[in-house]
């Protein structure tokens, strides 16, 4: 299957990956899957990090990268009939980062792993 991660996902697999929930671990570490990352939850972990409201060690990026690697997880760009999407998205989520998650998954169909359960109010697969 495919699965899009939430930011907070990729954050606890870098900074304490006891934090995930079992459905989402076995996932990750089953080879069969296919994972992404969203360049939208890049773009919300460098926000977090320039309001302070977030702080990782200074070679995160390195260590994003290597977790990327080690666990097979492609990057996914966002594009324009991603934010299209957003137009017709009801508005159960506020987030815009979650939202952009939302059409991403939405478009691509991929199932989004994320333990936000505002997401489960949208026609998107959502696992944790």
Not at 37 to 54: D, G, H, I, M, Q
Not at 56 to 83: G, M
Not at 85 to 93: A, F, S, V
Request: with cysteine; net charge negative.
């Amino acid at each position: 299957m495919n699965y899009l991660l939430d930011t907070h996902v990729m954050l606890w697999l870098l900074t304490d990956p006891d934090e995930l929930g079992i459905t989402s671990r076995s996932i990750i570490e089953d080879g069969e899957n296919v994972l992404y990352w969203s360049a939208a939850s890049f773009w919300e972990l460098t926000v977090k990090l320039s309001l302070n409201k977030l702080e990782l060690s200074s070679d995160w990026i390195d260590q994003l990268e290597k977790e990327k690697k080690l666990n097979r997880i492609q990057d996914l760009p966002v594009h324009w009939h991603h934010c299209r999407q957003n137009e017709r998205l009801p508005w159960h989520h506020r987030d815009p980062f979650d939202r952009l998650l939302i059409c991403q998954a939405l478009i691509e169909n991929l199932t989004l792993i994320s333990k936000d359960r505002k997401f489960r109010e949208y026609s998107v697969p959502v696992v944790w």
